[in-house]
Nanobody
Framework: VQLQASGGGLVQAGGSLRLSCAAS????????MGWFRQEPGKERQFVAV???????YYSDSVKGRFTISRDKAKNTVSLQMNSLNAEDTAVYYC???????????????????WGQGTQVTVSS
């Protein structure tokens, strides 16, 4: 199974970007798909995840600004990012797993599949 992320780029503070991640070679329709981000020299951090029933969870830092969604027919997950600020600058990774328990949804090690990462840079 491969995950291919796209949609990163350079945007001014206050702007928006939409990230997408397509899964190939397998389906995560019964599992969870999500996004993490990582700044240079820092640990990978949870951003958002969406489960098969549509329930979504967000980190406190993005709640109210980012929206995660999935298209089961296309086997994709998207992250709409609004009101971006400089603190959102990072490499964003999509992640997926067939089984994620609630206590582990914010833990990178709980996800078996990862995309290659896409850079998001927000200029202030």
């Amino acid at each position: 199974v491969q995950l291919q992320a796209s949609g990163g780029g350079l945007v001014q503070a206050g702007g928006s970007l939409r990230l997408s991640c397509a899964a190939s070679g397998g389906s995560f329709n019964n599992g969870a798909m999500g996004w993490f981000r990582q700044e240079p020299g820092k640990e990978r951090q949870f951003v958002a995840v969406i489960f098969r029933n549509g329930y979504a969870y967000y980190s406190d830092s993005v709640k109210g600004r980012f929206t995660i969604s999935r298209d089961k027919a296309k086997n994709t997950v998207s992250l709409q990012m609004n009101s971006l600020n400089a603190e959102d600058t990072a490499v964003y990774y999509c992640a997926a797993d067939q089984r994620i328990i609630m206590s582990s949804l914010r833990t990178p090690a709980a996800y078996d599949y990862w995309g290659q990462g896409t850079q998001v840079t927000v200029s202030s």
